[in-house]
């Protein structure tokens, strides 16, 4: 082709790109409505969140490290931060995986382990990363729940065999909200870990009346067989920034690093850094979501609801019907809850939202549920 006829061709492309590009309708992305949360006239308490955060020194920070930072990647604030949680918990930044919410820790995990095993795993609890070790190959055995809603630490102590590679407890479980007392979590932990690395997913600690005899921590210090996994999405109220972090024996921290893609953003971790220690915000959100979980547990009390005694920012309760089709009711008024979590068709779970948003979903559950 000569050198004119090559560039007429390029104009007309470029002629062709611009007409396509003005007969698109130009819509403003950043500004449209509803992009960042539900709208005002959505009761949303669907998703275990805390819409008390971010703190006022979180929103101080994520602007703050978005104009200095955002245009890097994250090396700096994210070993701060992780040097920060090891303070805490007295231990050293190699034991801290710190990645895009916690999900990706468990995630990491499973995709390491299920190539060495089978994985044990209580059988209604939080599964994304379980579902993914599954649709990678990997075995997953479910232990079926007692019959008062608890994880089944004994009959899961006894599946545990040379073929299991990793036990996954949640502690307080999520859809239930039951929390297994620290010492009975610690002797199972302490006996399994020889057989197989436990991990504990305590995305709900600091939740729970006594975070510190509830957590597992002390195991990590000890260099035992344990994986905790926490979480800033649920009390710090930072669920939209992805921050989640392991904490591990240095070995297992470095197994996980190696399967894990993410990081904290800047902006994720700068707001994580902010409410770390931000005792007055964090006393405030739990005295506000403890107050709005006994308006709920009055509620089911009042209506004669079965529900599972809660230490978390959510309610699991037996509304005695198929609870998606509740859900769907709800939904019809504009209060989101969750339906359906197999095998229980007559459960459903409610989160803790703002006290006024809680009123709203106790009227409306009242006549919804009162209709039949
Ligand atoms: C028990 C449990 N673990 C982990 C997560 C994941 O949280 P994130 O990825 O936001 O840290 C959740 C979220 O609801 C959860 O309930």
Redesign the pocket.
Known sequence: MNTEVSRRAFMATLAGAAAVATALPQRSWAAAPMLYGPSASVVKLN??ENPYGPSPKALEAIAKSAAEGGAYYPGKVNRALAEMIAERHGLTADHVVLTS????C?FAAAAAFTKYGRIVAPGL??GPHLTVAERMGGEVLRVPLTGEMDQDLERMAAVTDSMTSLVYV?NP??PTGLTVEGGRMRAFCEAVSARATVMV?E??NELTDNPDATSMVDLVRRGENVII?R????LYGL?GL???YALAPPHLAEMLKRHAMTSPSVVGAAAALASYNDEAFLAYSKSKIVEGRQMVEALFDRLEIPHVPSQTNFVYADIGRDADAFQAKMRAENVLIRGVYEPYKTWSRVSMGKLEDLERFVQTFERVYTLG
């Open positions: 998703a275990n919410g916690s999900m990706e468990l609890t939080f949640c479980n999520n997913d995305a709900y996994t979480t800033f999405s649920k669920a992805r921050v989640g």
